[in-house]
């Protein structure tokens, strides 16, 4: 079973920001989050992960609470092309631990 | 730089049949993953094959198994198709050797069985 709850859809407006929250309180030690999203008829896509520093790339920025039973992904500016499935994963830090996906956060851009 | 590649891309097959997938990875990567997805649902995890074996498997049955080669393709083999096999199937590839590489997915197979 998935180890993250996140609420199953969200909105945002087009040109805002998208802040995507994810409860993992039962995190180890020894645990990456992972976010990657899911548009339409294509496969997952990677998004970034962190183990308890505050993240960014150029696709979006990854906040995790000093307890790390908590995180929010931020898309900065979100466009219509942001729409999909957005997943929380937790993963083991040990070689090519496979992904435990749950149902994920259905955003939705709106212009 | 070519990233994960499935094939086909669309398959229909009958109830009883058996059907093989196809999947090269992203370039530099030798480690090779199979997920499903059922409509509505996550991907859930298949196996993985490294180095040509399968190294770790998930709660899918016998029916599944798979193959890898040389240059680190791979194959997902489904036997006696039943109709809950309707699925999208994902192959996923990363460097082995490197801890934490981000998974790279391929678009997927979409299955149906009727």
Not at chain 1, 28 to 54: A, D, T
Not at chain 2, 8 to 23: A, F, N
Not at chain 2, 53 to 74: C, K
């Amino acid at each position: 079973d998935a180890k993250t709850t996140q609420p199953p859809s969200m909105d945002c407006a087009e040109g805002r920001a998208a802040n995507l929250p994810c409860n993992h309180s039962t995190i180890s030690g020894n645990e990456y989050v992972y976010w990657y999203r899911q548009i339409h008829s294509q496969g997952p896509q990677y998004i970034i992960h962190g183990l308890k520093n505050n993240e960014t790339n150029e696709m979006a920025s990854l906040i995790i609470t000093e307890d790390r039973k908590s995180s929010t992904l931020i898309l900065p500016h979100a466009t219509l092309r942001d729409t999909a499935v957005y997943y929380c994963i937790v993963r083991r830090n040990s070689g090519n631990t496979p992904l435990v996906f749950g149902k994920g956060t259905r955003l939705s851009v709106i212009a | 730089d070519a990233g994960v590649t499935q094939s086909p891309t669309h398959l229909i097959k009958t109830r009883g049949q058996q059907v093989t997938l196809r999947c090269s990875p992203k370039s530099g990567h030798d480690t090779v993953s199979w997920y499903q997805q059922a409509l509505g649902q996550g991907p859930q995890f298949i196996f993985q094959y490294y180095e040509e074996e399968e190294r770790q498997r998930g709660n899918f049955p016998d029916r599944f198994s798979g193959h890898q080669f040389p240059n680190y393709s791979s194959e997902l083999n489904v036997n006696a198709l039943l109709l809950g096999d309707s699925a999208l199937y994902l192959c996923a590839s990363s460097p082995r050797g490197a801890r934490n590489s981000p998974l790279h997915f391929g678009n997927g197979t979409r299955l149906t069985v009727t």
